[in-house]
């Protein structure tokens, strides 16, 4: 893959392969928009390389760039601020950012309910309630209703 020579030898909370392959094969489950899969796929590369934005632009087009963007945590950003910022940057850049935001949202509380780790679970359903408040009226996608089963969830 082109991206490999950007990636570090970092240990993850969760096998992020597998996670990228779930996701996708969700939203292409859904019949989304190839732009939105590959977004999605990309959706965490740059809080974890040192890609370029417009090598991202180049390959994929600014859509792609945008989402990607707008799925991003600010690092800069205290803490505690980040997740409500970058929930809040996806419902203001358009539906199809915040479906991607939702479908990470969604499986990650799904591997971290197996795996038992509560802080993580207690963690994405925060996001779900941020999603939900953000949320454009307009935005009617079902992938939506997740956050309602990671809310209601014990």
Same mark, same amino acid.
């Given at each position: 893959?082109?991206?490999?020579?950007?990636?570090?030898?970092? +240990?993850?909370?969760?096998? *992020?392969? &597998?996670?990228?392959?779930? +996701?996708?094969?969700?939203?292409?489950?859904? =019949?989304?928009? %190839?732009? !939105? /899969?590959?977004?999605?796929?990309?959706?965490?590369?740059?809080?974890? @390389? /040192? !890609?370029? %934005?417009?090598?991202?632009? =180049?390959?994929? #087009?600014? =859509?792609?760039?945008?989402?990607?963007?707008?799925?991003?945590? =600010?690092?800069?950003? %205290?803490? #505690?601020? $980040?997740?409500?910022?970058?929930?809040? $940057?996806?419902?203001?850049?358009?539906?199809?950012?915040?479906? +991607?935001?939702?479908?990470?949202? &969604?499986?990650?509380?799904?591997?971290? *309910?197996?795996?038992?780790?509560?802080?993580? @679970?207690?963690?994405?359903?925060?996001?779900?309630?941020?999603?939900?408040? &953000?949320?454009?009226? @307009? &935005?009617?996608? %079902?992938?939506?209703?997740?956050?309602?089963?990671?809310?209601?969830?014990?």
């Amino acid at each position: 893959m082109l991206f490999l020579e950007y990636f570090q030898d970092t +240990v993850q909370k969760k096998p *992020t392969m &597998y996670h990228s392959v779930r +996701v996708a094969t969700l939203l292409w489950q859904h =019949n989304l928009p %190839e732009d !939105i /899969q590959v977004a999605w796929l990309l959706h965490d590369i740059l809080e974890d @390389t /040192q !890609i370029p %934005e417009p090598t991202i632009e =180049n390959m994929f #087009g600014r =859509n792609v760039l945008d989402i990607v963007k707008a799925n991003s945590k =600010n690092m800069d950003m %205290e803490r #505690g601020l $980040r997740n409500e910022d970058v929930v809040r $940057r996806c419902a203001n850049l358009n539906e199809s950012a915040l479906i +991607v935001k939702m479908a990470d949202v &969604y499986d990650n509380f799904l591997f971290y *309910t197996s795996e038992e780790m509560i802080q993580e @679970t207690v963690r994405c359903k925060e996001m779900a309630q941020l999603i939900k408040r &953000y949320k454009k009226p @307009t &935005y009617k996608h %079902e992938l939506f209703d997740y956050a309602d089963v990671i809310l209601s969830s014990q």
